[in-house]
């Protein structure tokens, strides 16, 4: 379990730097990306603030997988739309850089592997407590 909960917890971390990035640096940080206007520059930070609030509960959640279960699976759920967000984007304009495929698969396939695992460890405090 507390393996489990470091991954969670190092994941949140992640996507905080990710959004720190994003929120310092700008849409210049996307690799393959290219120069963007003002409106384009202010939209990528205003989202990237959600990306870090995003991982900062991801973090809180790590703390007590059992006593925030709700909301562990609220935002793998939130996670998993975002891959399927970016398959409407290829759909709709093509193909992004390498990089977000693989971002794309990791977001279709991390949060149901995620989910299935805390459900398990979730039995297996269950059937300890017997």
């Known amino acids: 379990m507390n393996t489990f909960r470091a991954l ?5 971390l992640v996507c905080c730097c990710i959004a720190l990035s994003h929120i310092a640096i700008g ?11 003002a409106t384009m520059d202010s939209e990528d930070r ?8 995003f991982g900062a509960a991801m973090i809180w959640c790590s703390r007590d997988l059992a ?3 709700g909301a562990f699976g609220a935002l793998l759920l939130i996670f998993f ?5 970016r398959l409407v984007s290829w759909a709709a304009v093509g193909p992004p850089d390498a990089l977000f495929v693989f971002l794309g698969a990791l977001e279709l396939i991390l949060p149901p592997l995620f989910w ?9 405090r269950k ?4």
Not at 8 to 12: D, E, Y
Not at 81 to 85: E, F, K, N, S
Request: avoid cysteine; aromatic fraction near 12%; glycine fraction near 16%.
């Open 81 to 85: 739309l975002g891959g399927i967000a």
């Open 116 to 124: 299935l695992l805390n459900e398990r460890l979730a039995q297996g």
């Open 8 to 12: 969670i917890w190092l994941f949140g």
């Open 46 to 53: 205003f989202y990237a603030t959600l990306f870090l609030g």
């Open 27 to 37: 849409p210049s940080v996307i690799p393959g990306s290219i120069p963007v206007n």
């Open 127 to 130: 059937s300890g407590d017997s």
């Open 67 to 69: 006593a925030r279960r």
